[in-house]
């Protein structure tokens, strides 16, 4: 029984001698990948978006919450591109009662594809057709080179 008991102490101990020896090393990206950079659209800019794997997308469109009008992504593919962050609004100008905003969603890329982001734009509560629809064709590409 203590036989068994030492060798179990000294396996432990040589695993906790080895993991904290060797910590893990930084692996950085290699030389030819250029760092990843953001593209933010509008609803003007309804259309095709091209970004590289690790991209970020912000999608900025124009929202008055004071309506009830909100809006809304339908149709995403996480897979490859991933939402990062629930979506924000920000005021535009002074905040006054039933003052313009912006509707701010985020996104980031995370592999080579081509994705469909579907933006409408209604009040939750009405079980009617979108008063907008905002539709982008998403191209992600491998890492983008220097």
């Known amino acids: 029984m203590n036989t068994c008991r030492s060798i179990l102490l000294a396996a432990i101990s040589s695993l906790t001698v080895a993991c904290l020896a ?16 953001t593209v ?4 003007s800019d309804s259309g095709k978006v091209a970004l590289h794997v690790s991209d970020r997308l912000v999608v900025h469109l124009a929202e008055n ?13 996480p897979k490859l591109l991933r939402q990062i962050s629930n979506p924000d609004y920000k005021p535009i100008g002074k905040q006054m009662p039933g003052s313009a905003g912006v509707a701010i969603f985020r996104f980031m890329a995370i592999k080579p594809g081509d994705v469909v982001l579907i933006f409408t734009y209604s009040r939750p509560w009405e079980h009617k057709a979108a008063s907008q629809t905002v539709t982008y064709k ?9």
């Open 22 to 37: 060797a910590p893990p090393k930084h692996v950085a990206p290699p030389k030819h990948v250029a760092p990843s950079k």
């Open 40 to 43: 933010t659209v509008t609803e």
């Open 65 to 77: 919450a004071s309506t009830g009008y909100q809006w809304k992504l339908v149709d995403k593919n």
């Open 138 to 146: 998403v191209h992600i590409a491998k890492f983008a080179k220097k």
